[in-house]
């Protein structure tokens, strides 16, 4: 698709350079321009300027500078495509398509209609959170801990009366159903589903909201609901916070299991944290997470499904061509738990020696095994042996050989020539 120069002009023209950079960045007016902390490298000095009558930004510190559209791209990490669908959705500027036919459209107005509502949605909620009706689930985040930032820029909200709202404003029942936002019975007519829950705005990467999922502070109701699959939602090729992840200076990204556990994470300052949609990590997730990073540090929970989960995430990064290491969060279940007791800085000494996911997979093989037995001992270095040969170049697995060697104090000659005697076999 090819737009315009008029209409990119006319895009940029609708979104003021002050108003979309300090969507992003805290700006103070001195003089003429604006002044903030850049958000492309970590600074104390405040050298990044911003222009209302130029239209354009410059960090004195790094020397990134741009229009708004250059900008957008740089923050989200996006094409110059998207940048540009990215601000005329936000300004109200109408796109053409081309060559598209009469299905398309229909489908491309029903998102655009579920988007709509979704939005509409969240903004409502936002506001009962803080009202009367939202007391208890207010408490229950004060509680766990969330501050009023962390609540914000999450968009995290109470669900109370809002299908009467949605429906009052137009919106159909039929539509409410199919993102799951009202369901329906013979006994009790359409009905807000996640009635009385503490809500969880689901984001796309472009921080639309496409999904929910809602939090009981009740006992006898199921402590989660998610949003079904609909026209807007694919779990599988979707991730909880990466919409605000994706902009961390950091070089990597941490994948947890809960809504939680990623909301803590972003509240002790690990911005690059990142959650699974209550399904199992993905391919399609992978590939999603590998437009923004090469490396992810996985912390699932430390119980035994927590250990599983990990070990098949570990695969789909590796064939997504990605590094990854394991988070220990031992003697806690998930980072949620780790940071309230242990703190930020027990967390990063954590992260920074974070476990290489071959030794992860092989401690936890080794559980398998009796180590006080010879033969069950012999039957664990064989399986080693095997794990090793999986590394096709010479010198990585003359390193692992090596390591291995020296961890589980095996002679080093004689793990090579076992590893080379089961790579016949292998290959």
Not at 164 to 191: C, N, P, Q
Not at 235 to 256: D, Q, T, V
Not at 372 to 390: A, H, V
Request: net charge positive.
């Amino acid at each position: 698709m090819h737009y315009s120069d008029e209409l990119i002009e006319e895009v940029k023209y609708r979104n003021d350079i002050v108003d979309v950079i300090g969507q992003y960045v805290t700006l103070k007016r001195s003089g003429n321009n604006y002044f903030g902390l850049c958000p492309f490298h970590n600074e104390r000095s405040g050298s990044f300027s911003v222009s209302p009558s130029k239209q354009m930004f410059y960090c004195f510190g790094c020397g990134e500078g741009g229009n708004v559209l250059s900008f957008i791209m740089k923050i989200e990490k996006i094409s110059f495509l998207e940048a540009v669908k990215m601000l005329a959705e936000r300004r109200g500027v109408v796109l053409p398509q081309q060559n598209e036919s009469l299905k398309e459209k229909r489908i491309r107005h029903k998102r655009s209609k579920l988007l709509e509502m979704n939005k509409e949605a969240a903004n409502y909620c936002a506001c009962q959170l803080l009202s009367k009706n939202g007391e208890k689930g207010l408490s229950y985040l004060r509680k766990r801990g969330v501050s009023d930032e962390v609540i914000s820029r999450f968009g995290i909200w109470y669900s109370n009366d809002l299908v009467k709202y949605l429906h009052l404003k137009g919106y159909s029942y039929d539509l409410m159903i199919e993102v799951g936002l009202a369901a329906h019975t013979e006994r009790y007519g359409t009905y807000d589903k996640f009635w009385n829950r503490i809500m969880f705005p689901i984001y796309d990467v472009n921080s639309r909201v496409i999904g929910f999922c809602g939090r009981t502070i009740e006992k006898d109701k199921p402590i989660f609901l998610y949003s079904p699959e609909s026209p807007v939602l694919d779990k599988r090729r979707s991730l909880y916070g990466l919409n605000i992840a994706k902009r961390s200076k950091e070089k990597y990204m941490i994948l947890c299991e809960g809504f939680m556990d990623v909301i803590t994470m972003h509240g002790y300052g690990f911005d690059m944290a990142v959650g699974t949609l209550g399904i199992s990590f993905t391919m399609q997730q992978a590939y999603l997470l590998k437009k923004y990073t090469d490396t992810v540090i996985i912390a699932f929970d430390s119980d035994s499904a927590g250990i599983s989960h990990t070990l098949k995430c570990i695969e789909v990064l590796k064939k997504a061509g990605m590094k990854c290491k394991v988070l220990d969060l031992h003697p806690y279940i998930d980072p949620d738990d780790f940071l309230r007791n242990a703190g930020k800085e027990v967390l990063q000494e954590r992260i920074n020696h974070a476990q290489n996911p071959f030794f992860f997979e092989i401690a936890q093989k080794e559980k398998n095994f009796n180590m006080g037995d010879p033969g069950s001992k012999t039957e664990f270095y064989r399986y080693i042996s095997g794990k090793l040969c999986e590394f096709t170049e010479p010198i990585e697995r003359g390193n692992y050989i090596e390591a291995v060697a020296r961890k589980y104090s095996i002679n080093h000659e004689w793990l090579k020539e076992l590893v080379n005697q089961m790579s016949m076999y292998v290959e």
